[in-house]
């Protein structure tokens, strides 16, 4: 069973900067995406941030050019650099990943760290 422990969230002023982490443990194909999801109250979960196990990334137009994903693969952790942050990135963030099998792909959740920007 994969557990997935998330950190660096935190409250921050508009214009600041947050570092998420989240580190996989467990037995994870070495085919994976991991990455970032937040859901702002009232709103669904939607995706910010993905970087696959070869470094394929993909962003939400509404974080590109301020947000940054990376991933440590030895460690199996991934990273989300958040500058310039706006009221509006204000959510619950969730580490996710996505373990590639061979007819079986599985999703695994974190429990989430909130991130709270103030104007």
């Known amino acids: 069973q994969v557990q997935l422990v998330e950190s660096g969230g935190g409250l921050v002023q508009a214009g600041g900067s947050l570092r998420l982490s989240c580190a996989a443990s467990?037995?994870?194909?070495?085919?994976?995406?991991m990455g970032w999801f937040r859901q702002a109250p009232e709103k669904q979960r939607e995706l910010v941030a993905r970087i696959s196990s070869s470094d394929y990334i993909n962003y939400a137009d509404s974080v590109k050019g301020r947000f940054t994903i990376s991933r440590d693969n030895a460690k199996n952790t991934v990273y989300l650099q958040m500058n310039s942050l706006k009221p509006e990135d204000t959510a619950v963030y969730y580490c996710?990943?996505?373990?590639?099998?061979?007819?079986?792909?599985?999703?695994?959740w974190g429990k989430g760290t909130l991130v709270t920007v103030s104007s």
């Open positions: 996710n990943l996505v373990d590639v099998r061979p007819g079986n792909t599985i999703n695994y």
């Open positions: 467990g037995s994870i194909s070495a085919i994976n995406f």
